[in-house]
């Protein structure tokens, strides 16, 4: 396998998550700023011009963070970073995708729409008229999350979780774009700097 990979909290995410599971796969970066990802050869291989994507050895690819990490959890279960047993498993995609809708998406929207409107205007459909708002839904998520996380270690209980590197790689590229965590965000701050420390998230930084 070899893994296409560039910049950006997406493909930041399946790093993190293939260096928690103590794997060492090839990478190939994309150089998404120059829209290498958009054009020929890489449209080859994902049609959507979009990283990460996971390449197999008979040429095929996987795209798609949630496709690429399930596909990696099911064929390497230890750690379990999805879940051990039927419950731990919907727990965790149950906070995954939480962390999807309420943060992640309205981030990255509020993000194409303002500072990265002239990147991204000419390769996807923007809304700069709802950036500002978009921006606030992501706060506003990421305070529902302060509430919710209380004393736990991480997002979706007692151990690390795809939901955790997932939350981690967005908190982390919204620091660099204006959407940092708020001072009222403590107990996010504190669960940040946890996560901060894990050598994982030190080796997949580029």
């Known amino acids: 396998m070899k893994l296409y990979s560039s910049i950006g909290p997406n493909p930041r995410m399946v790093r993190m998550f293939i260096a928690e599971k103590g794997l060492d796969l ?19 291989i994902n049609p959507a011009g979009e990283i990460p994507v996971l390449e197999f050895d008979d040429g095929t690819a996987l795209a798609e963070t949630t496709a690429i990490c399930e596909y990696l959890e099911e064929r390497h279960p230890e750690p379990p970073l999805i879940g051990a047993t039927p419950e731990a498993r919907a727990r965790t995609r149950m906070w995954w995708r939480r962390v999807d809708l309420k943060v992640v998406q309205p981030m990255t929207q509020g993000f194409r729409g303002a ?10 459909h923007c809304l700069p008229v709802a950036a500002d708002d978009l921006k606030a839904t992501a706060r506003e998520g990421l305070s529902w999350l302060e509430g919710q996380l ?16 997932l939350l981690f790689s967005f908190i982390e590229f919204g620091a660099l774009v204006g959407q ?18 894990r050598p994982s998230a030190a080796i997949t930084a580029f």
């Open 26 to 44: 090839p990478m190939t970066r994309v150089d998404i700023i120059a829209g290498e990802n958009r054009r020929e050869p890489f449209l080859s």
């Open 115 to 124: 500072e990265g409107l002239q990147l991204f205007e000419s390769r996807t």
């Open 150 to 165: 209380g004393e736990r270690p991480f997002i979706a209980g007692e151990t690390l979780s795809v939901a955790d590197i």
């Open 180 to 197: 940092g965590l708020a001072p009222g965000h403590q107990r996010l701050a504190r669960w940040h700097d946890r996560m901060a420390s």
